[in-house]
């Protein structure tokens, strides 16, 4: 029985403290959290793990500088802590990385109120990061000659943070963490109904039915409270639970596109766009990450459009010095996503809304009644903030928890990476497969896994080729692809190229589709059903490998 099937069978007519319905970055955080304070946990997505808008991201962990046009300092205050937080517990997963802003004729600021709102920024962050510089045209064109400074006024570089690996492995840490604290995780698993019985309060009980959109089967389970951390999809389930709120959810679109390393240089490049909102070029291992837009939209489910292409290429290519212009073709992958934005239920309209003032705040509603706990909105700078105050709520509503002692998160202690360090060293591991790789593999394993990097130090010593790339330029060894066929819970096969590794994020579905080595991961994960895997991911009746 593999680890999916062993957690829908302990659903099976199991009770527990809380359940969670969302395994994004707020439902993940939760049951990370509460998992960790010794709750009986469920949680459970109708998708995979962090596969709706946690996984749309622009990869960067910030304090919301664009906040202060607004003279939100409050909001950016805690979020500015929050990263510090992140930080400090993710030393390896998260670091500190420059943001470069070039001010031209279309940027709604000068350079010199650029700079005085960098230094403000800055102070409001408890001065975690380096100090922010305001730069003229040529020190610009100087350090970043890729960038077109032609029309450039001046400019800013201040600092945030980013993930050195994708948004949506580090949402399935927290899952993992979950998990790891004896929390019953499924994806691909719908609450097909949830209905509170027997009373108000703690004299009532959520039965909930659920249905494995795998195999058809379906789970009746029950649970003292639940967490609704739907995102996009909140107010649908509150709805249909009968549960009112105060606030909201409207949606904002953005796309991002994923194409060749454009500059060497491993910091951000930020401009304004001719709408005057800000936009990036993102470092992501070998590949440049360009966005994101901003639209307003009804429909949680989104795409990229050849309008928002056409965008947010002549966009770029209007602001950078290239050999050429970036084209359609030369785009490897995309993402698209929307923001879930919270706003009162008794506000304005949809249409009504002033989009340029929406921020990422969350906000946390609690129904005493049905002991329901709503996440709305948030972002991923601020989960572990998610995380704290749904386990307050939770508690609030009666069930015990054990005092928060913070090891539900964060990289384990410095002392236990020294000792990993120091037997990668005397493995060798580093000497192996280096030409190919953008970091050494004790860095890559630590930081990913942590703990459990220690037995894939074993595993590569009893054989080497354990330490190769799994495909060439993607940065994810075979060890790790071993690994995660058993305890990453990968039901198909877009779970490990999207989610668990960037894989598909970095090569494109041309080159994946021709791909020999896929095969080999394919068949790792899936054994026997391999072939049918790969007919799934490519949406093809059979599969072969293109020659």
């Known amino acids: 029985m593999g680890l999916r099937s062993t957690h829908l069978a302990s659903m099976e007519g199991g009770h527990f403290d809380v359940f969670v319905i969302g395994?994004?970055?707020?439902?993940?955080?939760?049951?990370?959290?509460?998992?960790?304070?010794?709750?009986?946990?469920?949680?459970?997505?109708?998708?995979?793990?962090?596969?709706?808008?946690?996984?749309?991201?622009?990869?960067?962990?910030?304090?919301?500088?664009?906040?202060?046009?607004?003279?939100?300092?409050?909001?950016?205050?805690?979020?500015c802590l929050s990263r510090n937080r992140?930080?400090?517990?993710?030393?390896?997963?998260?670091?500190?990385?420059?943001?470069?802003?070039?001010?031209?004729?279309?940027?709604?600021?000068?350079?010199?109120?650029?700079a005085l709102?960098?230094?403000?920024?800055?102070?409001?962050?408890?001065?975690?990061?380096?100090?922010?510089?305001?730069?003229?045209?040529?020190?610009?064109?100087?350090?970043?000659?890729?960038?077109?400074?032609?029309?450039?006024?001046?400019?800013?570089?201040?600092?945030?943070?980013?993930?050195?690996?994708?948004?949506?492995?580090?949402?399935?840490?927290?899952?993992?963490r979950a998990m790891d604290a004896g929390a019953v995780v499924?994806?691909?698993?719908?609450?097909?109904?949830?209905?509170?019985?027997?009373?108000?309060?703690?004299?009532?009980?959520?039965?909930?039915?659920?249905?494995?959109?795998?195999?058809?089967?379906?789970?009746r389970c029950t649970a003292d409270t639940m967490v609704n951390a739907a995102g996009p999809f909140v107010d649908g389930l509150n709805h249909g639970w009968d549960n009112p709120t105060d606030h909201r959810i409207v949606f904002s679109k953005g796309i991002h596109l994923v194409v060749r390393r454009l500059t060497e240089n491993h910091r951000v490049l930020a401009f304004f766009d001719d709408?005057?909102?800000?936009?990036?070029?993102?470092?992501?291992?070998?590949?440049?990450l360009i966005g994101t837009t901003d639209t307003r939209t009804g429909d949680p489910?989104?795409?990229?459009?050849?309008?928002?292409?056409?965008?947010?290429?002549?966009q770029i290519n209007a602001r950078l010095d290239l050999d050429g212009p970036l084209r359609v073709d030369d785009i490897i992958?995309?993402?698209?996503?929307?923001?879930?934005?919270?706003?009162?239920?008794?506000g304005n309209d949809q249409e009504d809304t002033d989009w340029t003032a929406l921020s990422r705040k969350h906000e946390i509603e609690v129904n005493t009644e049905q002991r329901i706990v709503t996440v709305f909105g948030g972002k991923l700078t601020d989960c572990l903030n998610v995380g704290e105050e749904v386990a307050a709520a939770i508690k609030r509503l009666g069930v015990s928890l054990e005092p928060d002692r913070h090891d539900w998160y964060g990289e384990p202690a410095a002392a236990t990476h020294e000792e990993f360090m120091r037997q990668a060293r005397l493995s060798g591991v580093d000497d192996l497969q280096l030409a190919t790789m953008h970091e050494p593999p004790s860095q890559r394993l630590w930081r990913r896994y942590g703990h459990r990097a220690f037995a894939m130090l074993e595993a590569i010593?009893?054989?080497?080729?354990?330490?190769?790339?799994?495909?060439?330029?993607?940065?994810?060894?075979?060890?790790?692809?071993h690994l995660a066929a058993h305890t990453e819970m990968i039901t198909k096969l877009d779970d490990f190229l999207r989610r668990r590794s960037k894989v598909s994020q970095v090569i494109s579905q041309d080159a994946l589709r021709s791909s020999a080595d896929l095969v080999e991961v394919a068949t790792v994960l899936f054994g026997s059903s391999a072939d049918e895997k790969l007919a799934e991911y490519f949406q093809l009746e059979d599969y072969e490998v293109k020659q």
């Not at 489910?301 to 002549?314: G, I």
């Open 86 to 114: 992140l930080m400090d517990a993710y030393p390896t997963n998260i670091r500190e990385i420059g943001f470069l802003a070039s001010l031209d004729q279309t940027s709604p600021h000068p350079p010199w109120l650029g």
């Open 461 to 481: 010593r009893e054989d080497p080729s354990m330490a190769e790339d799994v495909m060439e330029g993607t940065d994810y060894m075979r060890v790790e692809l």
């Open 117 to 176: 709102g960098s230094f403000a920024y800055w102070a409001i962050g408890n001065f975690k990061t380096q100090r922010p510089r305001m730069l003229g045209s040529r020190t610009i064109e100087a350090e970043e000659p890729l960038v077109d400074t032609t029309n450039v006024r001046g400019g800013i570089e201040y600092f945030d943070a980013y993930l050195e690996d994708n948004d949506a492995r580090f949402v399935f840490s927290f899952v993992r």
């Open 301 to 314: 489910l989104s795409t990229v459009t050849a309008a928002d292409r056409e965008f947010l290429l002549s």
């Open 333 to 346: 992958a995309e993402r698209s996503g929307v923001r879930p934005l919270v706003v009162p239920r008794d």
């Open 275 to 288: 709408t005057q909102r800000l936009f990036y070029v993102i470092p992501m291992g070998g590949r440049s």
């Open 23 to 79: 395994g994004g970055i707020n439902g993940a955080v939760s049951a990370a959290a509460l998992a960790g304070r010794g709750a009986r946990v469920a949680l459970v997505d109708r998708g995979d793990f962090a596969s709706f808008t946690s996984q749309e991201s622009s990869n960067l962990v910030w304090g919301g500088f664009k906040y202060l046009e607004n003279y939100e300092i409050p909001l950016v205050r805690k979020l």
């Open 186 to 219: 499924a994806n691909y698993v719908e609450a097909s109904s949830a209905r509170w019985v027997g009373g108000h309060g703690e004299e009532g009980r959520w039965i909930i039915d659920l249905v494995d959109l795998i195999s058809g089967e379906t789970v």
